[in-house]
Protein backbone atom coordinates (compact mmCIF):
# COMPACT_ATOMS: atom_id res chain seq x y z
CA UNK A 1 0.00 0.00 0.00
CA UNK A 2 1.24 3.51 -0.96
CA UNK A 3 0.09 6.89 0.66
CA UNK A 4 0.10 10.29 -0.43
CA UNK A 5 -0.42 13.37 1.75
CA UNK A 6 -1.42 16.98 0.65
CA UNK A 7 -2.24 19.91 1.23
CA UNK A 8 -0.04 21.58 3.70
CA UNK A 9 1.08 24.74 3.83
CA UNK A 10 1.56 27.48 5.52
CA UNK A 11 -1.08 29.63 7.14
CA UNK A 12 -1.53 32.62 9.94
CA UNK A 13 -3.18 31.85 13.13
CA UNK A 14 -6.97 31.45 13.05
CA UNK A 15 -7.06 29.88 9.36
CA UNK A 16 -7.44 26.66 8.04
CA UNK A 17 -6.54 24.03 5.76
CA UNK A 18 -7.34 20.28 4.24
CA UNK A 19 -5.13 17.58 4.24
CA UNK A 20 -5.62 14.59 2.21
CA UNK A 21 -4.19 11.49 1.61
CA UNK A 22 -5.02 8.73 -0.89
CA UNK A 23 -4.08 5.26 -0.55
CA UNK A 24 -2.95 2.91 -3.88
CA UNK A 25 -1.90 -0.40 -3.56
CA UNK A 26 -3.60 -3.49 -1.90
CA UNK A 27 -6.33 -0.53 -0.54
CA UNK A 28 -8.42 -3.58 0.56
CA UNK A 29 -6.44 -3.98 3.44
CA UNK A 30 -7.39 -0.62 4.97
CA UNK A 31 -9.30 -0.80 7.87
CA UNK A 32 -8.32 2.22 9.98
CA UNK A 33 -6.82 5.45 8.81
CA UNK A 34 -5.00 8.20 11.12
CA UNK A 35 -2.90 11.57 10.94
CA UNK A 36 -0.31 12.00 12.87
CA UNK A 37 2.32 14.92 13.58
CA UNK A 38 5.89 15.60 14.79
CA UNK A 39 7.51 18.73 15.54
CA UNK A 40 10.90 19.60 15.59
CA UNK A 41 12.49 17.05 18.40
CA UNK A 42 9.30 16.07 19.78
CA UNK A 43 7.78 12.56 19.04
CA UNK A 44 5.23 11.87 16.82
CA UNK A 45 2.02 12.09 18.17
CA UNK A 46 -2.01 10.80 17.22
CA UNK A 47 -4.18 13.66 16.06
CA UNK A 48 -6.53 11.84 14.61
CA UNK A 49 -7.76 8.64 13.73
CA UNK A 50 -11.01 6.86 12.17
CA UNK A 51 -11.75 3.17 11.66
CA UNK A 52 -13.89 1.73 9.02
CA UNK A 53 -17.32 1.55 11.64
CA UNK A 54 -16.13 5.30 11.56
CA UNK A 55 -15.12 5.70 15.55
CA UNK A 56 -12.89 8.25 15.92
CA UNK A 57 -10.19 9.21 18.41
CA UNK A 58 -8.87 12.96 18.50
CA UNK A 59 -5.84 14.67 20.51
CA UNK A 60 -7.32 16.59 23.16
CA UNK A 61 -5.57 19.80 21.85
CA UNK A 62 -7.36 19.55 18.27
CA UNK A 63 -10.82 18.46 19.78
CA UNK A 64 -13.27 20.97 18.48
CA UNK A 65 -11.43 22.58 15.89
CA UNK A 66 -10.08 19.38 13.27
CA UNK A 67 -12.34 16.38 11.91
CA UNK A 68 -11.35 13.52 10.18
CA UNK A 69 -13.13 11.90 7.31
CA UNK A 70 -12.93 9.17 5.08
CA UNK A 71 -14.29 8.14 1.74
CA UNK A 72 -14.00 4.37 1.45
CA UNK A 73 -15.07 4.33 -2.34
CA UNK A 74 -12.34 6.41 -3.26
CA UNK A 75 -9.59 5.61 -0.37
CA UNK A 76 -9.03 8.85 0.52
CA UNK A 77 -8.86 10.18 3.97
CA UNK A 78 -8.79 13.87 4.84
CA UNK A 79 -8.15 16.65 7.74
CA UNK A 80 -10.00 19.55 8.06
CA UNK A 81 -7.96 21.71 10.34
CA UNK A 82 -9.81 24.90 11.77
CA UNK A 83 -8.54 27.63 14.30
CA UNK A 84 -5.00 26.74 13.33
CA UNK A 85 -2.48 27.54 16.53
CA UNK A 86 1.02 28.02 16.25
CA UNK A 87 1.64 24.84 17.83
CA UNK A 88 -0.03 22.76 16.03
CA UNK A 89 3.35 23.32 13.49
CA UNK A 90 4.36 20.49 12.46
CA UNK A 91 4.84 17.31 9.60
CA UNK A 92 1.64 15.82 9.17
CA UNK A 93 1.58 12.02 8.53
CA UNK A 94 -1.17 9.99 7.25
CA UNK A 95 -1.60 6.20 7.77
CA UNK A 96 -3.39 3.32 7.69
CA UNK A 97 -3.65 -0.20 9.40
CA UNK A 98 -5.60 -3.26 8.36
CA UNK A 99 -7.42 -3.55 11.38
CA UNK A 100 -9.84 -1.41 13.54
CA UNK A 101 -7.52 0.55 15.94
CA UNK A 102 -7.34 4.46 16.25
CA UNK A 103 -4.29 4.94 18.37
CA UNK A 104 -2.53 6.75 19.88
CA UNK A 105 0.39 4.05 19.54
CA UNK A 106 2.84 4.74 16.42
CA UNK A 107 2.85 0.89 16.03
CA UNK A 108 -0.89 0.06 15.54
CA UNK A 109 -0.52 1.67 11.95
CA UNK A 110 1.69 -0.54 9.14
CA UNK A 111 1.71 1.68 6.50
CA UNK A 112 3.05 5.50 6.09
CA UNK A 113 2.55 8.26 3.97
CA UNK A 114 5.70 10.31 3.21
CA UNK A 115 4.28 13.78 5.28
CA UNK A 116 3.10 17.08 4.63
CA UNK A 117 4.55 20.37 6.41
CA UNK A 118 1.75 22.90 8.01
CA UNK A 119 3.31 26.07 9.52
CA UNK A 120 1.34 27.95 10.98
CA UNK A 121 2.31 31.68 12.00
CA UNK A 122 1.23 34.00 14.64
Known amino acids: VQLQASGGGLVQAGGSLRLSCTASGSISSINSTAWYRQAPGKERELVAAITSGGITNYADSVKGRFTISRDNVESTSQLQMNNLKPEDTAVYYC?????????????????WGQGTQVTVSS
Open 95 to 111: AISPYGVAGPCVAEFDY
